[in-house]
């Protein structure tokens, strides 16, 4: 939720402005020097999407002594460049068929709930980046409430690219995104991180995002979700994400209502909703959802074995989250302290 201008006016006068540090770190390690770093351009949702090439892997983006500021990133990414973005990497389970849009409604046979498009919420948005030649769309992003108000959540699988920035409620080819865009700075994640085995329980990672033009933080202007630990395996969920425009030619937000379980075997959730497609790799689930302020209690993401889903047929349907326990906040406090 937004402070009202009295009180932003007052932050703006003592907002520390700093250009964007591109110092990647890693949990486990010392915070500074630190090697691994935070994946912000993932293959997609992992449902349908391979792990990310090793050529893609820890590295620093851009070179690590040069300057990224939120003005820089509105800068390059205007309207066109969000829209030409292309999802990066192979996709899982989409090769023998066609994907269909997120709104499509599913057989009768399949769990009656389907995700919907509608206008997003400020608290959510898309990654976007350069991977080689290539402007990326990538992962789903969620801003979290920390004391310095500059984190957001993503999954640990996504893979950092150069000019790499957080759009939030993201509106496809609006002249001005109507809450700005934002460079990433610092990036934390476990160097154990994968989509298969131990790996797939710590596939999440923060990110701090620098300050916007006039040095205000972003959950100052967008509002954040509370990171909570996961509750137990049944929970009622609201899901929020962006399915890339390979799958969703609207190229907008989904949300679903649904209730999550236990995914057999595993130490991770699973939930039931077609229309969660390439792209939606890290999006909230979120419990007590306040429609009004459009923040909510964050207790898992879209990540996970396979980086998020099974692979086949009706991968859309079917999303893994990590449990989110000891790890998660141990990393929450290092990103914090960044």
């Known amino acids: 939720m937004q402070r009202n201008t009295t009180e932003r006016e007052a932050t703006r006068k003592h907002a520390q402005r700093r250009p964007a540090r591109r110092r990647w770190v890693a949990a486990g390690t010392a915070v500074a020097g630190a090697a691994a770093c935070l994946a912000l351009a993932s293959v997609g949702h ?15 983006s851009p070179a690590p002594h040069s300057t990224w500021s939120s003005r820089d990133a509105a800068a390059y990414w205007t309207a066109d460049r969000m829209a030409a973005a292309a999802p990066v990497g192979p996709e899982r389970g989409t090769s023998d068929r066609a994907a269909a849009p997120a709104t499509k409604a599913a057989p009768a046979a399949r769990s009656a709930a389907t995700a919907r498009h509608f206008d997003g919420i400020p608290s959510v948005g898309v990654l976007f980046s350069v991977d080689g030649d290539t ?43 109507p809450y700005g865009v934002w460079a990433i700075e610092d990036s934390f994640a476990y160097p154990g991180r994968g989509t298969t085995g131990a790996g797939a329980d710590l596939d999440f990672a923060f990110a701090t995002v620098a300050p916007g033009e006039d040095g205000s933080p972003v959950e100052e202007v967008t509002g954040g979700n509370t990171l909570s630990p996961t509750p137990g395996y049944t929970n009622d969920v609201t899901v929020v994400g962006y399915p890339n425009v390979r799958h969703d030619p609207e190229d907008r937000a989904v949300r679903c209502a649904t209730r999550t379980s236990r995914l ?52 859309d349907r079917i999303s893994y989250s990590p449990y989110f326990g000891e790890k998660l906040l141990n990393l929450y406090a290092k990103a914090s302290q960044g």
């Not at 992992?46 to 792990?51: G, K, S």
């Not at 108000?149 to 409620?169: E, S, Y």
């Not at 909230?284 to 959802?289: A, E, G, N, Q």
Request: glycine share 18%; net charge negative; proline share 8%.
């Open 46 to 60: 992992a449902a349908q999407d391979d792990p990310p090439a090793a050529s893609h892997g820890d590295r620093p």
């Open 135 to 177: 402007r990326a769309h990538h992962c789903t992003a969620s801003v979290v409430h920390s004391p310095h108000g500059n984190l957001i959540l993503t999954a640990g699988h996504c893979n950092p690219g150069t000019k790499a920035a957080f759009v939030p409620q993201y509106r496809s080819g609006a002249d001005k995104q």
């Open 264 to 315: 057999s075997g595993t130490h991770e959730l699973r939930m039931e909703c077609g229309g969660f497609y390439g792209g939606t790799s890290g999006s909230p689930w979120l419990t007590d959802f306040d429609e009004e302020s459009g923040t909510g209690r964050v207790i898992g993401l879209i990540g996970g074995l396979n980086g998020g889903g099974p692979k086949g047929p009706d991968n």
